[in-house]
C-alpha cells in the first residue's frame, strides 16, 4: 500500500526560486494537510482540504499557494523561496469515522533554501 | 481554538524504566486524542487513539486513557526500550471548526539509553 507519497525526499534551493512539493494518497481521503517541522516548533499547519476544489489556510500560510484538483493531489508551492522556508514538510491525509478523524503522514520533503 | 499542551523534552531514561508523558488539551466538543509517534528520519504515525471518555488506547506496551474531567491523555509505557526512542506527538481530531484536521502538540522527545 502506498498510502501518502511525497517528492522530492530532499531538495536544495536558492533564494528567489521557486517549487512545488507533491503529495498523492491513494487511500481516497477526503481531507488532506500540509505541515512544516521546526526545532522546538512541533508540526504547524500551512494549508489543509477538505476535499477537491476547497482548501484553506492554516497557522502559517504566508509565502506557500495550494490546490486541489483531484482527491489525490495536493501540492504545495513556493513561490519565492527565503531561508526561513527552510524546514521539514510534511504532508497527511485523513479520514472520517464517525467523528473521529485519523491522519496518515508521507515521509517527509528536507528543504533547505540558500 | 483547539489546543493540546504536552510537556517539553527531551524526556531522557534508561532501557526498563517507566515512562510518562504528559498530555492535555483544550477543545470544544469531544474530541478524539492520539498519540503519534515520529522515529528518526521518517514520518509520523499512528500510536494509538481513544475515542470518548475513560476509553483505553494501547499499542507496542504503551497505555493512554483519555480522562475528561482533567482533560488529560497521558502516555505511559512500563518499560521503555532503546528503539522506543522517537518524538511522540499528542493530537486531537474531530470536529474542529467545521473541519476534521488533527492539531498536534509540539512533540516530546524520548531518548533510551541501554
Known amino acids: 500500500n502506498a498510502g501518502v507519497t511525497q517528492t522530492p525526499k530532499f531538495q536544495v534551493l536558492k533564494t528567489g526560486q521557486s517549487m512545488t512539493l507533491q503529495c498523492a494518497q491513494d487511500m481516497n481521503h477526503e481531507y488532506m494537510s500540509w505541515y512544516r517541522q521546526d526545532p522546538g516548533m512541533g508540526l504547524r499547519l500551512i494549508h489543509y482540504s477538505v476535499g477537491a476544489g476547497i482548501t484553506d489556510q492554516g497557522e502559517v500560510p504566508n509565502g506557500y499557494n495550494v490546490s486541489r484538483s483531484t482527491t489525490e493531489d495536493f501540492p504545495l508551492r513556493l513561490l519565492s523561496a527565503a531561508p526561513s522556508q527552510t524546514s521539514v514538510y510534511f504532508c497527511?491525509?485523513?479520514?472520517?469515522?464517525?467523528?473521529?478523524?485519523?491522519?496518515?503522514f508521507g515521509q517527509g520533503t528536507r528543504l533547505t533554501v540558500v | 481554538g483547539d489546543s493540546v499542551t504536552q510537556m517539553e523534552g527531551p524526556v531522557t531514561l534508561s532501557e526498563e524504566a517507566f515512562l510518562t508523558i504528559n498530555c492535555t488539551y483544550t477543545a470544544t466538543g469531544y474530541p478524539s486524542l492520539f498519540w503519534y509517534v515520529q522515529y528518526p528520519g521518517e514520518g509520523l504515525q499512528l500510536l494509538l487513539k481513544a475515542t470518548k471518555a475513560d476509553d483505553k488506547g494501547s499499542n507496542k506496551g504503551f497505555e493512554a486513557t483519555y480522562r475528561k474531567e482533567t482533560t488529560s491523555f497521558h502516555l505511559e509505557k512500563g518499560s521503555v526500550q532503546v528503539s522506543d526512542s522517537a518524538v511522540y506527538f499528542c493530537?486531537?481530531?474531530?470536529?474542529?471548526?467545521?473541519?476534521?484536521?488533527?492539531?498536534f502538540g509540539r512533540g516530546t522527545s524520548l531518548i533510551v539509553h541501554p
Open positions: 493530537a486531537l481530531g474531530g470536529p474542529s471548526g467545521g473541519s476534521y484536521i488533527p492539531t
Open positions: 497527511a491525509s485523513s479520514y472520517l469515522s464517525g467523528e473521529v478523524a485519523e491522519a496518515f
